[in-house]
């Protein structure tokens, strides 16, 4: 049994994260602003702390003896806030928390960062090198909160320069998390179901229809602690659903949404997503258990890949209008004052 320190462990994606490391048999303690009264969390020791105080978090994190340190705790919304905000507050929080877990003695350490270091849903345009998309995609982040995320990644870097083998760091890329309840209707991140963003493709067509169960975040965060000592330092992952959160291939819908992308899509067929988990599968022997067509009963058709209700009617609307983003027939580019996570 591994005791495992998680900052923002009363959020969305951390109380499956802890419910899930905690059924794999690990010791929990949650570090988050206020105690949560989450049921995910009612057997988990809580401490309530300002992460941005350097000193308090480092104490903290020293105190609660763990073994490993999962950080979530960030402005976890692209323009929730305004842009210095998000800036200061998520590059803050890394430094305090992943440079106050070295100073506690930590050996091991995971951040999450986001796809959203890529750059896609750039008001100018955006054309990847290739299809699927994985670690070897250039980052090119084009608003605060990417550029957080990616500043993640290179603190994390610059950590494991200074500490050498002392501490092993990884960092983590999870695509558009739902949570088990989501499944079952509860609005998503964006303010929608999981069936209105399968309905209106344009819903999910700015996060180029990534997604991933919580659950599965979960199994890879145990499996990475696990793989940490025999993997090389510093190691950066997507952590990938199998499929695409769409009813039709991607050869269709990301052309539709991003102009100029036709012929990189083309590979994109059937169920494969613009997303790999491959370098997950390769390195770690890690692999998601869940799909958006398992939970909701729906199969997928052998031959174009879309999807076919099994038990429940399947909807079929296209949208002008998406709060305030508006679609075109490309890419979907809101207004950054207004805009929410449509990126994830």
């Not at 067509?205 to 145990?222: Q, T």
């Not at 330092?233 to 269709?252: M, Q």
Request: hydrophobic letters at 45%; a negative charge; charged letters at 20%.
């Amino acid at each position: 049994m591994t005791r495992i320190a998680v900052t923002g462990g009363a959020g969305r994606l951390g109380r499956s994260l802890v419910a899930g490391l905690a059924a794999a048999g690990h010791d929990l303690v949650s570090l988050d602003r206020a105690v949560s009264d989450a049921p995910e969390l009612a057997d988990v020791e809580q401490i309530a702390i300002d992460l941005s105080d350097a000193d308090a978090a480092a104490a903290a994190l020293a105190a609660t003896r763990a073994d490993a340190l999962i950080h979530l705790a960030a402005i976890a919304v692209p323009f929730s806030a305004p842009e210095d905000v998000i800036m200061r507050t998520n590059a803050g929080l890394a430094v305090s928390v992943l440079g106050g877990a070295v100073k506690a003695g930590i050996r091991r350490v995971v951040a999450a960062s986001s796809p959203t270091v890529l750059g896609y849903g750039a008001p100018t345009g955006w054309i990847p090198d290739r299809f699927p998309l994985d670690e070897d995609t250039p980052a090119r982040p084009w608003n605060a909160y990417a550029l957080s995320k990616l500043l993640i990644e290179q603190t994390i870097a610059m950590l494991a320069r200074q500490t050498g083998e002392a501490t092993r760091f990884a960092a983590f890329r999870p695509c558009y998390v739902i949570a088990p309840e989501e499944w079952a209707g509860a609005l998503t991140q964006q303010g929608h179901t999981v069936r209105e963003r399968l309905d209106d493709p344009a819903l999910s067509a700015p996060a180029i229809f990534n997604y991933v169960d919580a659950r599965d975040v979960a199994s890879f965060a145990d499996t990475l602690l696990r793989a940490l000592p025999d993997i090389p330092n510093g190691e950066t992952f997507f952590v990938a659903a199998d499929d695409a959160l769409a009813r039709e291939p991607l050869a269709d819908l990301v052309p539709r949404f991003y102009p100029g992308t036709e012929q990189l899509a083309a590979v994109l067929t059937g169920t494969t997503p613009a997303f790999s988990n491959a370098k997950a599968r390769r390195v770690l022997g890690w692999h998601p258990e869940h799909s958006w067509r398992g939970e909701l009963g729906e199969a997928a058709d052998a031959s174009t890949g879309s999807a076919t209700a099994t038990g429940s009617a399947t909807a079929t609307r296209s949208a002008t209008t998406t709060g305030s983003a508006t679609t075109t027939g490309s890419a979907t580019h809101p207004d950054p004052a207004t805009r929410k996570d449509v990126l994830a």
